[in-house]
């Protein structure tokens, strides 16, 4: 595990645009993994600006997004899709066609297909090259929420008090929020070659705290990362100290 530690959110957004930028550039035709919540949307905004600065294309690169409510129509103003086209995909010149995430607009009784379909997508792809994550504040990653097991592949998952109560606020009508998720699962996470983990702030500190201690444990969902060969943990002191 590498870990960078910055003074603050707007350094440790940069700094995880430049790592993205890097992988880009290194491989025009990169494979990355993307995360929605407050924690990326600097990171968005840097890799935007390098990207009218005329010094990264994204032309040839393709996405694909950790999760989506369920259910719920793309074009919804709180769907994740709605969220990664204002600030990402209609500002650089990704290819829509590139731009993947997993359908909320399924249906309960089309969601294991669609899972199903998501994975074999990545594969097909070739794998993911940089998966983009977040933390939560119970360590959970994408909606892999604390729990006796974890899921490996794509799946459907019931929305969880917390989560529920952290993001209702977001919709006009708290109760009109989705009580249901699409999320990858651990393993399609694990089978990425690189995984940037980004967590910033005291409300995360918890959660890093789970991840850089001894343990790996389906209580703390992110501890598991200590395992993956290639992991970057990028946060600010707030997140890190002590």
């Not at 040839?60 to 204002?86: C, G, K, R, W």
């Not at 993911?128 to 994550?133: A, N, T, Y």
């Not at 009580?179 to 500190?205: E, P, Y």
């Amino acid at each position: 595990m590498q870990i960078i530690v910055c003074e603050n959110y707007e350094e440790m957004s940069q700094k995880g645009a430049e790592i993205i930028t890097a992988e880009v550039k290194s491989n025009s035709k990169a494979i990355l993994g993307l995360a929605t919540g407050n924690t990326p949307i600097g990171i968005y905004r840097y890799l935007v600006e390098a990207y009218h600065k005329g010094g990264l294309d994204f032309s040839e690169v393709q996405t694909y997004n950790l999760d989506e409510y369920l259910p719920i129509d793309p074009a919804d103003e709180n769907s994740y899709a709605a969220f990664m086209h204002d600030h990402l995909w209609d500002k650089v010149n990704l290819k829509p066609e590139h731009c993947n995430i997993p359908a909320g607009n399924v249906g309960m009784e089309g969601a294991a297909a669609e899972c199903a379909a998501y994975d074999q997508r990545i594969q097909a792809a070739g794998g993911i090259d940089l998966q983009l994550l977040g933390i939560g504040r119970n360590g959970h990653i994408g909606f892999n929420e604390p729990g006796d097991a974890l899921h490996t592949g794509t799946h459907a998952v019931k929305l969880t008090d917390s989560t529920i109560a952290a993001n209702g606020p977001l919709f006009a009508n708290p109760d009109d929020m989705p009580r249901h998720a699409l999320t990858m699962g651990m393993g399609a996470i694990f089978a990425a070659k690189k995984v940037l983990l980004v967590a910033n702030g005291k409300n995360k500190h918890e959660a890093v705290k789970g991840l850089l201690g001894d343990a790996i444990t389906t209580a703390c969902p992110a501890s598991l990362l200590k395992l993956h060969q290639n992991l970057i943990l990028l946060c600010d002191k707030e997140a890190y100290h002590g």
